[in-house]
C-alpha cells in the first residue's frame, strides 16, 4: 500500500524559503505525476503544482514565479521550494500522487493526460511567522 | 482559468437522507472531474474520477455523473461517516487544476 509523508519546519520566516518533502512509501515514484496542493486556514483547497516523474512539471500561475518542484527518485521523494513567502502562505500542505493516462492526439498535438489524485499524504501544516 | 463553482457551501442533512451536491465548470472540461471527501486532519478521499467512475474501495452510495459543465456527487443514504467536506476537481486544463470551494455536509 502507497504512502506518503510530508515533512519540513512547521515554521517559516516571511521573505524566506519553505522547503517540503514528499517521502513516498509502499511504491515508485516512477511512472506517476506527483502533485503538492494546499490548504490555507478555514479555507478550501489548492492547486499548487505538480511534476512527471522525468522532471517535467506544471505550476499554477500566481506561484509560479516563487516555485520549484523536484522530484528524487533514488530516494523516492518529492520536493516543493517556495521562496518571498508571506502569511498568505500560511496552510497544510498535502502530496498526492495521480496516475499518467497516457499520451492522447488533441488540438494538433500530444498532451500527456494525469487521472485524479489516487493517493494523498496526511498533509503538514506550515505557518509563515516571525 | 477554468472556474469551478459548487453548491451549496453547506448542507444539512440527517443520516438516511438522499444528498447532492452540484459542481459547474465555467468551460466544458469533458468527463475531466474528480470528487473527493476529506475530513479535518485526514488525508482527502478521492470517491469518483472521469466524472463517473466509483475508486475501488468506496461504497457504492456515492455516484457521480454529468459532463462538459455540470455535474452531480450524490449519497444515496447518508451514513455517520459521511460528514465531511466534498471537493470537486477538474484536471482537464493545466489552467491550473481547480478545485471547487467545497461543500460542508454537516447534521442536522
Known amino acids: 500500500q502507497v504512502q506518503l509523508q510530508e515533512s519540513g519546519p512547521g515554521l517559516v520566516q516571511p521573505s524566506e524559503t519553505l522547503s517540503l518533502t514528499c517521502t513516498v512509501s509502499g511504491g515508485p515514484v516512477s511512472s506517476y505525476f506527483w502533485s503538492w496542493i494546499r490548504q490555507p486556514p478555514g479555507k478550501g483547497l489548492e492547486w499548487i503544482g505538480n511534476?512527471?516523474?522525468?522532471?517535467?512539471?506544471n505550476y499554477s500561475p500566481s506561484l509560479k514565479s516563487r516555485l520549484f518542484i523536484s522530484v528524487q527518485t533514488s530516494k523516492n521523494q518529492v520536493s516543493l521550494k517556495l521562496s518571498s513567502v508571506t502569511a498568505a502562505d500560511t496552510a497544510v500542505y498535502f502530496c498526492?500522487?495521480?496516475?499518467?493516462?497516457?499520451?492522447?492526439?488533441?488540438?494538433?498535438?500530444?498532451?500527456?493526460?494525469?487521472?485524479?489524485?489516487?493517493?494523498w499524504g496526511q498533509g503538514t501544516m506550515v505557518t509563515v511567522s516571525s | 482559468d477554468i472556474q469551478m463553482t459548487q453548491s451549496p457551501s453547506i448542507l444539512s442533512a440527517s443520516v438516511g437522507d438522499r444528498v447532492t451536491i452540484t459542481c459547474r465548470a465555467s468551460q466544458n472540461i469533458s468527463n475531466w472531474l474528480a470528487w473527493y471527501q476529506h475530513k479535518p486532519g485526514k488525508a482527502p478521499k478521492l470517491l469518483i474520477y472521469?466524472?463517473?467512475s466509483l475508486q475501488s474501495g468506496v461504497p457504492s452510495r456515492f455516484s457521480g455523473s454529468g459532463s462538459g459543465t455540470d455535474f452531480t456527487l450524490t449519497i444515496s443514504s447518508l451514513q455517520p461517516d459521511d460528514f465531511a467536506t466534498y471537493y470537486c476537481?477538474?484536471?482537464?486544463?493545466?489552467?491550473?487544476?481547480?478545485f471547487g470551494q467545497g461543500t460542508k455536509v454537516e447534521i442536522k
Open positions: 476537481q477538474q484536471y482537464d486544463s493545466y489552467s491550473p487544476f481547480m
Open positions: 511534476i512527471w516523474y522525468s522532471g517535467t512539471t
Open positions: 498526492a500522487r495521480a496516475p499518467s493516462l497516457g499520451y492522447f492526439y488533441e488540438s494538433g498535438g500530444y498532451l500527456q493526460r494525469l487521472d485524479a489524485y489516487d493517493v
Open positions: 472521469k466524472a463517473s
